[in-house]
């Protein structure tokens, strides 16, 4: 993924003041809304980085993610694996908007006297960086963008996302196929590469897919395997998945298990693909707000999802990543946009 190099003028403390802004606004309106009407990881990998030097006795980088060896006075420092953010699918795009939208479907198949006036066209997500058991299916697509700041430092990151549907996951399977471009081809724009303005567009991505089913309780089951297709620098470790999701009113909870971005804090010191669990809790705080969370298999992460417009199908989350610091490489702030297509 490209790096972007914020300009000087914008400072650390700006970041976290914008951070704190959102949630504390979040609070405000959802306060108003309930009292008036009753809010992988990145899965995307690092360049890797092989650090030479001649002193032995040079500093290296206490992280999780690092490795250090040394011979014949070189230093070298094996692939930097980063924060876990999100494991990118509809999921981390358009929130729950697919899902909600097949789930009505499986309800009219049940008792067609339903109406479906007044539905808003995107419902806000449930999970903070993980994926749901909901997908797109047949004549359902979306496309999305992704930022990363991370507020100790002064790098962000940006990639694009875009998948589209195949089946029907009420009456069979449905399958959803999902591409993460992560090099976002805006580097030079800040210089921090040397490459024309988006001459590297594309260099590195993944493309993955997501088996999923709607069952007649409402329970929702999909297998993923999230890296199939890989290309430039996106991670060589395959991402296997199985997630459940159910809704109890407001409340969306999920649980999986799964390899590759899942991997725990262990796994990854020991560059092991282990399995290992994940999760994520979303609570419904008004129509178009939910609070969400997400246990990534190695950090904590924490914020809102949106649905701003009820008649355009988009859905904007903001997230706080590893908020307890479980990797050692400090909290993050994420915003992604999705936009969901019907055809």
């Known amino acids: 993924m490209t790096k972007l190099k914020f300009p000087a003028i914008v400072r650390l403390n700006w970041v976290r003041f914008i951070g704190t802004t959102l949630l504390s606004s979040l609070l405000i309106t959802t306060a108003v809304s309930v009292a008036s009407a009753s809010t992988k990881d990145k899965t995307n990998l690092s360049n890797q980085e092989i650090e030479l030097g001649a002193d032995i006795n040079s500093q290296v980088s206490a992280s999780p993610n690092h490795y250090p060896s040394s011979h014949n006075n070189v230093s070298v420092s094996q692939p930097k694996q980063p924060q876990l953010i999100a494991q990118r699918d509809s999921s981390n795009f358009v929130g729950d908007s697919l899902g909600e939208s097949n789930k009505l479907r499986q309800e009219l198949l049940i008792d067609p006297i339903i109406q479906e006036a007044d539905k808003a066209a995107a419902a806000p997500g449930s999970s903070a960086g993980t994926p749901t058991a909901y997908g797109a299916s047949q004549g359902q697509a979306f496309i999305g963008v992704a930022g990363f700041i991370p507020l100790d430092g002064d790098n962000a990151d940006a990639s694009f996302g875009l998948g589209f549907g195949l089946g029907d996951p009420i009456k069979s399977v449905g399958v959803e196929i999902a591409a993460d471009i992560i090099s976002s081809g805006l580097g030079s724009a800040t210089g ?141 702030f994420s915003l992604t946009a999705g936009y969901s297509l019907r055809f």
């Open 192 to 332: 921090d590469s040397d490459k024309s303005f988006l001459e590297d567009f594309g260099e590195d991505g993944t493309v993955g897919f997501k088996v999923h089913k709607i069952l007649p309780d409402g329970t929702a089951v999909a297998f993923g395997w999230a890296n199939p297709i890989k290309w430039g620098d996106a991670s060589v470790k395959d991402t296997f998945y199985g997630v459940v999701t159910r809704s109890y009113r407001e409340l969306t909870v999920s649980g999986g298990i799964g390899t590759g971005s899942f991997a725990s804090k262990g796994a990854q010191q020991a560059n092991e693909n282990a399995v290992n669990v994940f999760g994520s809790l979303g609570y419904r705080v008004a129509p178009e707000a939910a609070l969400v969370s997400s246990w990534t298999g190695s950090g904590l992460n924490l914020g809102a999802s949106f649905a701003p417009f009820k008649q355009v199908p988009v859905v904007i989350n903001t997230v706080f990543t590893d908020v307890t610091d479980n990797l050692d490489e400090g909290v993050g």
